[in-house]
């Protein structure tokens, strides 16, 4: 049994558990292990399971008390786990690691032992005020030049690629073999390069030649030197002059189509005009922007949020969200996990290299994950129960083990409670326009950048 246990708070919400157990438990454990030995083991001189337990202490004794009273330690932490107040229980994630082990070597017999041990809990903060607020987020206004840029984009994904017999202008898709040349006009080895395409003026070539090239015709091979600025952002040609050999196979230009009714209809069936095309582009984007405004309006009152209180997360929590976070990255780049690292370490790079970076976000994250939890948790937002039971039907509906369909259901209802957050706070906090905002910029994210 335990004869003491007590609890210390340390950083980053972990805590030293230490406890005392008695030493008629550790010698219970130790004469039930010491029996199973005797009944299993042969020793030299004695039939199986005969030896007296005199020998085989005598020869086996340390090892099995060692083996005996870490097993006890063991079973005896996982009963004052148990009995812990929940605010104390360990993160599921995070396991109890034994402290100064050697130092409780070696167990004397009739003794209690004492240990500790160090895990993860669950952030204690307090709940920051969350409601009436006033928040202030970006004036982002939907522009007529917006909505044109959109449909231009439109009509380029709509355009044709045609040849073209004149002369190449920029805007115009070349597709050519080039090579350097040095003193003596030798080709340069290991710099030629054969059938490459780009679109003049994109400069999406490593020579950057695209002016170089404006006037050539399918067919035309020209020989011309560039010479680079000292501060030339072409690697390994700044400040040098090079002499290259072009030959153009090839000159396209894009037909982008006219912005007339036929056009409107080409984009979808139901729009009979250019207008019905205009109308519902501008449609289409101002749900984008209040959309992405709902989302930062969230975000800004998210960073209140965080001013209010402090919570120390975890090095556990934020490694699990880390790793969750490494597993997307793996998934999206459609390369399995052996193969990013092979590259990695062909970089001479590592997988801590690339995630360490994302430690701040992740921790970030988990505070305004936590502050949410908590807040429904307060809240204790109700629930319809007709339509509780119409979506566990839906998504239930092949679960047969009763059991499972208790624990679904519990994690669709918590779920159903966490989305009423959002609405919750955009309903009891006062939302102000500030600054104004390019949409552009808004849209790509590249205000306060």
Request: net charge negative; glycine share 4%.
């Amino acid at each position: 049994m335990i004869a003491d246990k007590s609890i210390k708070e340390l950083e980053n919400s972990s805590v030293a558990l230490t406890v005392t157990v008695t030493a008629d438990t550790i010698e219970e454990g130790y004469q039930t292990s010491l029996k199973k030995y005797a009944s299993t083991i042969q020793l030299k001189g004695f039939r199986k399971g005969k030896a007296p337990l005199s020998v085989l202490e005598g020869k086996f004794g340390k090892a099995i008390r060692e083996e005996s009273t870490f097993n006890t330690i063991e079973e005896e932490l996982k009963k004052v786990l148990e009995d812990l107040d929940a605010k104390y229980k360990p993160l599921t994630y995070s396991t109890p690691e034994l402290q100064d082990e050697e130092s409780l070597l070696p167990f004397k017999p009739n003794t209690d032992v004492t240990f500790t041990v160090h895990y993860d809990i669950m952030p204690i903060f307090e709940l920051p005020a969350y409601k009436g607020l006033e928040v202030t987020y970006p004036k982002v206004t939907l522009t007529e030049d917006a909505v044109n840029a959109e449909i231009e984009k439109l009509r380029d994904q709509n355009a044709m690629v045609i040849d073209k017999n004149d002369a190449a202008a920029m805007g115009d898709i070349v597709t050519v073999d080039y090579v350097e040349l040095d003193d003596q006009n030798n080709e340069v080895p290991g710099t030629e390069r054969k059938e490459f395409t780009f679109t003049l003026g994109s400069s999406y070539n490593q020579y950057q030649m695209d002016s170089d090239l404006v006037g050539m015709k399918a067919g035309e091979e020209k020989t011309f030197s560039k010479t680079y600025a000292e501060d030339s952002t072409v690697e390994g040609y700044a400040g040098k002059t090079i002499t290259l050999k072009v030959s153009v196979s090839s000159v396209k230009f894009r037909d982008v189509p006219a912005l007339d009714d036929e056009f409107a209809q080409d984009v979808k069936e139901e729009y009979k005009s250019v207008e019905d095309l205009v109308n519902a582009t501008k449609e289409k984007l101002q749900k984008a922007l209040d959309a992405k405004l709902e989302q930062e309006k969230l975000n800004a009152l998210s960073e209140e949020l965080l001013k209010g209180t402090t919570i120390a997360v975890p090095a556990s929590m934020v490694d699990l969200e880390v790793e969750q976070s490494w597993k997307r990255y793996v998934k999206q780049t459609g390369l399995t996990e052996e193969q990013i690292l092979q590259f990695l370490e062909f970089q001479k790079q590592t997988k801590e290299d690339v995630t360490a970076p994302w430690r701040e976000a992740a921790e970030k994250s988990l505070r305004v994950q936590l502050i949410m939890e908590k807040i429904k948790e307060t809240e204790k937002f109700p629930l319809d129960e007709e339509e509780l039971n119409k979506v566990v039907e839906e998504q239930l509906k092949d679960v047969t083990d009763e059991s499972q369909k208790d624990y679904y259901r519990a994690m669709i209802e918590d779920d159903m409670r966490f989305q009423k957050i959002a609405p919750f706070l955009q309903e009891n906090n006062t939302f102000v326009e500030g600054d104004e905002v390019a949409y552009a910029d808004f849209m790509s994210q590249t205000y306060g950048a």
